[in-house]
């Protein structure tokens, strides 16, 4: 099995993989990342190589998704192939900024797509329609922005804004706005597209580099991503308690 070593500080277990014959360490087309650090990590692993299986393991305090059991045991088990293989649904956004005339741009994430104000003293308005429904009868949203997330993801940002999680579909996630609630959950085939309304606004997504300015007329359209990420762990993954 060709692996690949990814993280800041992943030559540290590099003595423990190269204790089995069957493991092989390799620096390109990689069969299984095996990721050492937090939950930024794996985001980056899978940017870089997606669909390739990653191996979690915890190098840090803020790694919810990362495994802590001993290093040891852990590639112990990657060796034996006893780990247990689990797929998580991506999305896609797709971004249509056709009236600044500048091409198409796809983004894919495993945690959620991610829009907020530009100006600290402007909010952002926006329409959105779920499955080409207007949502609020197709009146304008304001607010700081929103955030649309995977169930893997939504642990993560979207915890932060509504203090609950989901185990299936897509949840939206409003940034500080006046509507009934601070957020929507609905099926993971849905279709979401959203119209800025006035920007400015910032799109970025996981814990990617890039920031995407957005400006009145620019669209979104987000739905489930046709390929999965697939993570090797312990177990079966166990979400907390408190989900919506």
């Known amino acids: 099995m060709n692996v690949l070593l990814f993280g800041a500080e992943s030559a540290d277990i590099r003595?423990?993989?190269?204790?089995?014959?069957?493991?092989?360490?390799v620096h390109e087309n990689p069969e299984v990342v095996v990721c050492y650090g937090g939950d930024g990590t794996l985001l980056a692993a899978e940017h870089v190589w997606p669909g390739i299986p990653k191996v979690p393991i915890r190098n840090s305090h803020r790694g919810k998704r990362m495994m802590g059991f001993p290093v040891a045991d852990?590639?112990?088990?990657l060796h034996e192939g006893?780990?247990?293989?689990?797929?998580?649904?991506?999305?896609?956004?797709?971004?249509?900024?056709?009236e600044r005339k500048i091409p198409p741009h796809l983004i894919v994430a495993l945690n959620e797509v991610n829009v907020h104000m530009a100006r600290i003293n402007s909010a952002v308005r926006f329409k959105m329609w779920i499955?080409?429904?207007p949502y609020m009868s197709g009146l304008e949203v304001l607010g700081d922005g929103f955030v649309i997330s995977t169930?893997?993801?939504?642990?993560?940002?979207?915890?932060h804004i509504t203090r609950g999680f989901f185990h299936e579909g897509i949840g939206i996630a409003f940034k500080s706005t006046c509507e009934h609630t601070n957020h929507l959950v609905v099926p993971e085939n849905a279709r979401i597209r959203i119209l800025v309304t006035r920007g400015p606004a910032i799109l970025t997504y996981d814990n990617s580099n890039e920031f995407i300015d957005l400006h009145?007329?620019?669209?979104?359209?987000?739905?489930?991503?046709?390929h999965s990420a697939v993570c090797l762990t312990w177990d079966s993954v166990r979400y907390p308690s408190h989900a919506f």
């Open 216 to 226: 009145e007329k620019d669209e979104l359209n987000v739905a489930r991503h046709a």
């Open 151 to 159: 169930p893997f993801g939504s642990t993560a940002y979207f915890n």
């Open 15 to 25: 003595p423990e993989l190269e204790k089995y014959d069957n493991l092989v360490l």
């Open 82 to 98: 006893s780990l247990v293989r689990t797929e998580y649904m991506k999305l896609e956004c797709n971004l249509n900024r056709a």
């Open 131 to 133: 499955n080409d429904e």
């Open 74 to 77: 852990i590639i112990r088990r």
